[in-house]
Each structure stands twice: as C-alpha cells, then as structure tokens.
C-alpha cells in the first residue's frame, strides 16, 4: 500500500469513528458515509501533492 493511500485510510478511519461517538452516523448507513469520506479524503491528499 502506498504511504499516501494508507494516511488516506487513517484519517478516514479517525472521522468515522468520531461520527460515530457524536451519533452521528449509525451501522445501517455505514458504508455509503465509509465510502464518501474516504473519496473526499484521498481527493483532498491528491490535491495538496498536485499543489507541491
């Protein structure tokens, strides 16, 4: 795995577990959110090494 594709699944990982305390996501919707937050993450990282 490259490194920028495993800070992506960190920082998704760390947001989904704080919706998660706060309530505000629940199992049932789990993969759609999963899935969302981990694009915009990797489309974030992707942008910032395109600006370097």
């Known amino acids: 795995m490259k ?3 495993e800070l992506a699944m960190k920082v998704t990982k760390e947001i989904v577990i704080k919706f998660i305390e ?3 996501l629940s199992i049932g ?4 959110v999963f899935t969302k937050i981990h694009k915009t993450v990797r489309d974030s990282l ?3 090494s ?3």
């Open 3 to 5: 490194q920028e594709d």
């Open 22 to 24: 706060t309530g505000r």
């Open 29 to 32: 919707s789990f993969e759609d």
């Open 46 to 48: 992707s942008q910032d």
């Open 50 to 52: 395109a600006r370097d």
